[in-house]
């Protein structure tokens, strides 16, 4: 299973964020899609996701800064960040889950907020 995203490079501190991910239409039209991050010696933590339902959930330490949104003609995920700063920095994966709890994963983008 083929998540390709685009997006994520070297962001300035306080800039804005654009990452995509495009997958087939099978496995997006039964998937919750949601856009972790991890950092070296960290765990991967849920940044967000949206659901079928396009209601989004978002991590605390995004909220107001972050938006997660759907294009079902697209099959496509979009998130979407502005006032970036270094705690941002980290490599973003795309998923799709399941709703028998199978998760595929994107390659991931790596995403520096840097002066």
């Known amino acids: 299973v083929e998540l390709v995203e685009s997006g994520g490079g070297l962001v300035q501190p306080g800039g804005s964020l654009s990452l995509s991910c495009t997958t087939s239409?099978?496995?997006?039209?039964?998937?919750?899609m949601g856009w972790y991050r991890q950092t070296t010696g960290k765990q991967r933590e849920l940044v967000a996701d949206?659901?079928?339902?396009?209601?989004?959930n978002l991590a605390d330490s995004v909220k107001g800064r972050f938006t997660i949104s759907r294009d079902d003609e697209k099959n496509t995920v979009y998130l979407r960040g502005n006032s970036l700063n270094s705690e941002d920095t980290a490599e973003y994966y795309c998923?799709?889950?399941?709703?028998?709890?199978?998760?595929?994963w994107g390659q991931g983008t790596l995403v520096t907020v840097s002066s």
């Open positions: 949206i659901g079928l339902d396009s209601i989004p």
């Open positions: 239409r099978s496995l997006f039209g039964q998937s919750t």
């Open positions: 998923s799709a889950t399941t709703p028998w709890g199978l998760t595929s």
